[in-house]
């Protein structure tokens, strides 16, 4: 699958439902203690996260390996979007971020342990990381087998239970 194809997808369009999920994430962050401050969004893609967290009153900056992304990014929020891939050390300071997301992102990501550590590093004490991902023990996966939306996503490279994600967190710090 080619960038523009993969790019090409229902994924990558704001939709109401979206908008929805996006602002269901803004209210977990303030459930999580971050109501204000900085926060890094690994794998931005367009950047649409970006600009509901700006809106909201966050300094927002994304982390995305895709160039023809972060720069869909940077028009739709004005953001700095820093363009590496998330298995690289994130040319970032250290305790500088208010909060890291991940989302869904983190199934595509090889050595996710070395990223997950460098979200860590970067966090500033007290900090939140905030995951989302396919779950391996969804009752969706064995409903709908090879329909199932793991399957439909050829850069889809590891899958995580509930349990096996809180303890590679752990084993990130």
């Not at 369009?13 to 204000?36: E, F």
């Not at 349990?163 to 990130?172: F, I, K, Q, V, Y």
Request: net charge negative; with cysteine.
């Amino acid at each position: 699958m080619g960038e523009s194809e993969y790019f090409d997808r229902e994924y990558f369009q704001l939709t109401s439902g979206k908008i929805r999920y996006l602002d269901y994430l803004l209210g977990v962050l303030r459930r999580s203690g971050i109501s204000a401050g900085a926060v890094l969004d690994v794998g931005s893609g367009y950047g649409f996260f970006l600009e509901r967290l700006e809106s909201a009153g966050y300094r927002a900056s994304g982390l995305e390996h895709s160039e023809h992304a972060a720069e869909q990014a940077r028009h739709r929020s004005g953001a700095e979007v820093y363009v590496q891939s998330a298995e690289e050390a994130f040319q970032l300071p250290s305790a500088a971020y208010d909060a890291v997301t991940i989302l869904d992102v983190i199934e595509h990501i090889r050595d996710y342990q070395g990223c997950l550590r460098e979200c860590y590093r970067i966090l500033r004490p007290g900090g939140v990381a905030v995951l989302v991902t396919l779950n391996s023990r969804s009752a969706a996966r064995p409903l709908l087998g090879k329909q199932w939306s793991w399957y439909k996503d050829p850069t889809h490279v590891r899958l995580f239970s509930g349990p096996e994600l809180g303890s590679e967190l752990r084993r990130a710090g």
